[in-house]
């Protein structure tokens, strides 16, 4: 997945950090056997006018293949060659409780045309496609005006009520470490606090990519966890992240892009990608971290409250 700029988060970036792959897969997966022919296969292509298809064997995904695959046995004659020899036998998948944006990364890394999806006993249970991911974004996009039109709720009476020197709401969340299945859960927490505080799309688009990302490194690479906290003022909002360890030996290096620590089962998870970080850097309009090896992370990324960013209605 690529680098996130300021000027580029709209809208369908957030979508892709909340919604999740059950939401805009198609549960109606055609597949093939192992030996069925590329002929067979052919034909299945244009029945259900498609352009690949899982490999599969009692329930079981052993391969995938596509249209590419057919062109090249045909041109080599294989008409009646077994699909088990022409498929892709080390499978990409993707759960159907994981979030969007972890499709979307994984397409971006392997080049694929789908992804099986699986639930977590194992069983396939649907295929994305891009074009599903495109499909999704825009119905839930429609989805969420209508619903905004209908339901538009601020506390926006919070800070103009309120009178001090110095007005601060503070917010806390904990994430467990190696909780994947809660992946997701303290940033979609607070874009819905933040929403009704009256915080502006455009700023609340760059703070949901940002908390997503930290709450995921703090899932992935820290053994006990940590905290968000996030500090709201009427000027800016600072996004803060803790952890015990086991912390980053050189932080400039972290930042760069495609730079991770992550364990290999994490990395075939569909995490780690090393573009965290360097998401929250561009995102944020201040960012700093502190870490030392052994003893944990401290990240600290501010994001201005600006009259003139985004569209929305309350004070923020």
Not at 85 to 95: L, S
Not at 131 to 153: C, H, N
Not at 184 to 197: D, F, I, N, V, Y
Request: contains cysteine; hydrophobic residues 40%; glycine residues 10%.
């Amino acid at each position: 997945m690529h680098t996130i700029g300021t000027a580029d988060i709209n809208h369908i970036h957030e979508l892709v950090y909340e919604l999740r792959v059950s939401q805009i897969m198609n549960p109606a997966v055609v597949s093939v056997s192992p030996d069925s022919t590329m002929n067979e296969f052919m034909e299945i292509l244009r029945v259900n006018k498609i352009s690949g298809t899982p490999v599969v064997v009692d329930g079981k995904v052993v391969g995938i293949i596509s249209i590419a695959d057919l062109i090249r046995a045909l041109a080599s004659q294989g008409y009646e060659d077994p699909v088990e020899r022409h498929m892709t036998g080390d499978v990409v998948t993707v759960g159907a409780d994981e979030y969007a944006v972890q499709a979307v990364k994984l397409f971006a890394r392997h080049g694929y045309g789908r992804l099986p999806v699986m639930d977590k006993a194992g069983a396939l249970v649907g295929i994305v496609t891009e074009s599903d991911i495109t499909k999704g974004l825009l119905v839930a996009l429609d989805r969420q005006f209508k619903s905004e039109e209908i339901r538009r709720y601020r506390a926006s009476h919070i800070f103009e009520d309120i009178t001090s020197d110095l007005t601060r709401l503070v917010l806390h969340f904990q994430v467990p470490a190696g909780d994947f299945d809660q992946g997701g859960r303290a940033s979609s927490t607070l874009k819905r606090t933040l929403q009704r505080l009256g915080v502006a799309p455009a700023l609340l688009r760059r703070i949901n990519v940002s908390s997503y990302e930290a709450e995921m490194n703090l899932i992935i690479h820290t053994t006990t966890g940590g905290e968000i906290r996030v500090e709201i003022t009427p000027r800016e909002i600072i996004l803060i992240t803790q952890d015990g360890g086991p912390g980053i030996p050189d932080v400039e290096e972290a930042f760069r892009p495609g730079f991770s620590t992550a364990a290999d089962w994490v990395r075939e998870l569909g995490f780690g990608a090393g573009m965290g970080l360097c998401n929250i850097k561009r995102s944020s309009d201040r960012v700093s971290m502190v870490s030392e090896p052994g003893k944990g992370t401290l990240l600290r990324a501010v994001f201005e409250v600006k009259p003139g960013e985004g569209d929305g209605e309350g004070p923020l």
